[in-house]
Structures are given as C-alpha cells and as structure tokens.
C-alpha cells in the first residue's frame, strides 16, 4: 500500500501541492494497484509491421491525374488507330480486288497436225493422236470445214492450210 | 524462442521495447494484469456508477474509467484504463489504452460515427517512438477507430465493426 499523504506549507511563494493527482486517485481507491482480468491467452499475428489496417480515401488528386492521363492516352492512341483502321481498309479492299480478278491463263494445250485424210485430221495433242472429222471443232477453237487430202491441205473458218514435210 | 508471459509483455512495453512482429508466439499463462497506478499515472477516475458527459477533458495524467463517461478526453501523459463495467464514448488519446469494459460509438442517422481511440506512444530519446499500445481483454466490447502502434487482441475481444490502424512514426 501506498504511504500516507502529508500536508506541507512553503513559506516562500506559493505552497506548493500536497498531493499528486496521482495520490489522491490512489487515496480514493484506496489501492495503488487496478487489476484488469482477461488479458492472457493471446497469440500474436504474424502480420508486417507499421503497415495501416485501414482503408483510407483515395486521393481526389490522383484521381484526378489519372482521369487526366486517360483522356492524353486516348487521343495518343486514337490518331494510331484511326491510320490503322484506313490501312486495313485499304489492304482489305486490295486483297478482295487480287482474288475476284478474272484470270486469263494461256491454253496450256500444245497440239499440231500429224496428217490430212480423206474425212479429217489426225491431230497430235500432247502424246495422244485423235481424229477430227470434217465439221468438228479444232483444239484452237476453229472448226473443220474441208480437208483435201491429196495436197495435204484443210480450211477452217479463217483460214486455209497446207502441210508441208520438212527435211 | 521462449514463450513470453503476459506480464512480461506488459512489462515490455513500459520498458519502451516494444516485441518484433512475428518474433514472439505463444499462449500467455496468466490472465489478469497488474497495473500500478503510479506507474500509467492515473490522476482521474470516473467512479463506479457515475455517469460523466463532458464536452472536453485534458488531463495532466491517465485515466481511469470505472462508470460511463462521454467526450473528448486528452491525456498529455499516461495511460487510459477502461475497466470492467466503464464505457466510453467520444474520443480519447493516451499514451497506452487498456480496455476491459465497452467502448461504444454515437449512432446518427443509423450509421455509427466511430469513437476514436488514439495510442500515441512516448517519443524515444534516439528516435522514434515506443509504447502506443492498445490492449484489448477478453472481456472487451468495442466498436471504434482504433490507432495505435501496437495491438494486443486476444481472440474473445468482441470488436464489432472496429478500425484498427496503425500508426506509423
């Protein structure tokens, strides 16, 4: 327990306090002690120290910022995109032009007359020998009008010719 | 690592050295505190049964809440003891907190306008700070914004909807 407390008196100046606050709070207690129960049977946390637990405002500045930077960021991007946008348009409508283009592809069909007989040509197209009867249609497109034989000549629409044997 | 006792944690932090986070781990076997009142340099008490509304409160010393008491209470040093049985509402900033009894916060409109409760701690002589802790008994009832730099919460402490900050030097 607490010792008594005792009243004194300065002469000089003022008197100075005869009790601490702290004293009249013990003398009123009448105890220097206060126990407080249910303070064990802690466990301490694992948890990084200084870090605030709590969720503060965010800063009307950055926001601010960032609502700033977004809007600079969209006009940098839009110019890009635009360009973009009319390059693709471009190399679309290219492409579709190359790719329905009508193509115009050479006959690859190489053929010569073998011979003039008595009722058509005997006309060699690739390594194959067929017979074109007088009126049928050539592998040029031309039809047969007239063969005669004994000259070894034929006709066609356009066009009158006359084979001749090389050396 | 030996496990500490709750009375040496105590002790610890009246001897500024507050324990590492993650340093210390255990069950503490004892469950009631001995506070010396010359000590947390209690030079207030709201008695038992009293009921206080006080508008400001600044107190050369700590605090000892037995009854209710309601308002913006400073202690320049010390530590505020909320026993069992005392309620607090409105705010308060001590050294230490020590809370056993309730802490509760004014409702307006439905929506609690949280009590504050500040540890601020001693500023150390090289630097920085030590003590500014809040202790919470198993007994505790609290609803509030809690700040400290140290947190004693055991796991019965009812904390309903409480703010735990801390702070930083």
């Known amino acids: 327990m607490m010792d008594q407390p005792t009243l004194s008196l300065r002469e000089d100046g003022p008197p100075a306090p005869a009790f601490t606050p702290v004293q009249v709070v013990c003398a009123m207690l009448k105890s220097d002690v206060v126990n407080l129960s249910g303070f064990g049977a802690y466990e301490q946390m694992d948890a990084p120290a200084w870090v605030p637990l709590v969720q503060r405002p965010f800063p009307e500045e950055v926001g601010a910022a960032i609502v700033e930077t977004k809007g600079l960021r969209m006009r940098v991007l839009s110019i890009p995109l635009v360009a973009l946008l009319l390059c693709a348009t471009a190399l679309a409508f290219t492409v579709g032009r190359l790719y329905f283009q009508p193509v115009s592809v050479a006959s690859p069909i190489v053929w010569h007359v073998e011979s003039v007989g008595l009722a058509g040509l005997s006309v060699m197209v690739g390594a194959r020998v067929i017979q074109i009867p007088v009126g049928a249609v050539l592998p040029s497109g031309e039809r047969l009008v007239s063969v005669d034989a004994p000259k070894q000549s034929y006709e066609t629409p356009h066009q009158r010719v006359v084979l001749s044997k090389r050396n | 690592m030996s496990k500490p006792s709750m009375s040496a944690f105590v002790a610890d932090q009246h001897q500024g050295d507050l324990p590492a986070v993650g340093e210390t781990a255990g069950v503490a076997d004892v469950n009631s505190l001995s506070m010396r009142l010359e000590e947390h340099q209690i030079c207030f008490v709201v008695p038992a049964g009293a009921r206080i509304d006080a508008q400001t409160l600044d107190l050369p010393g700590g605090i000892l809440v037995l009854g209710a008491l309601r308002g913006k209470v400073t202690c320049a040093c010390g530590s505020a003891i909320i026993a069992l049985g005392g309620e ?82």
Do not use: C, N, W
């Open chain 2, 88 to 169: 607090f509402q409105g705010s308060l900033d001590a050294v230490d907190i020590y809370i056993e009894g309730r802490v509760t916060s004014k409702v307006v409109s439905q929506a609690p306008v949280l009590t504050k409760l500040r540890a601020r701690g001693v500023a150390a002589a090289g630097g920085g700070f030590h003590s500014g802790l809040v202790a919470f008994s198993t007994t505790s009832v609290v609803q509030a914004h809690v700040q400290a730099r140290a947190f004693h919460i055991p796991r019965q402490a009812d904390l309903k909807r409480t703010v735990l900050e801390t702070l930083m030097s």
